[in-house]
Nanobody, 120 residues
Framework: QVQLVESGGGLVQPGGSLRLSCASS????????MGWYRQAPGKERELVAR??????????SYADSVKGRFTISRDYAENTMSLQMNSLKPEDTAVYYC????WGSGQEYWGQGTQVTVSS
């Protein structure tokens, strides 16, 4: 079992920044996949950014809508994954979730979500 806890959401004006964090109860070294997803009211959950491991290297990818504005990262010492969000737009408003998949488990785990609201 893996517990994931997101934090860092809130209300921000358009053009502003937020940094989301996802704390894992298990070492992120044990994860072959970690990602951030979001779900806006009335819409399906969508992938925002992800890191996929190949050997000891992680490969990052982003949804087209956030490329150049969002950056995904990981802190092995703190067992956290972060999402730096800059130049936020009203359409970024959603509940943001982190997802993790341990090596060889065939399972995935979700956090409880954190609300991000971009509004003036």
């Amino acid at each position: 079992q893996v517990q994931l806890v997101e934090s860092g959401g809130g209300l921000v004006q358009p053009g502003g920044s937020l940094r989301l964090s996802c704390a894992s109860s298990r070492s992120i070294f044990s994860m072959n996949y970690m990602g951030w997803y979001r779900q806006a009211p009335g819409k399906e959950r969508e992938l925002v950014a992800r890191m996929t491991a190949s050997g000891s290297t992680f490969y990052e990818s982003y949804a087209d809508s956030v490329k150049g504005r969002f950056t995904i990262s990981r802190d092995y010492a703190e067992n956290t994954m972060s999402l730096q969000m800059n130049s936020l737009k009203p359409e970024d408003t959603a509940v943001y979730y982190c997802n993790a998949q341990p090596w060889g488990s065939g399972q995935e785990y979700w956090g409880q979500g954190t609300q991000v609201t971009v509004s003036s």
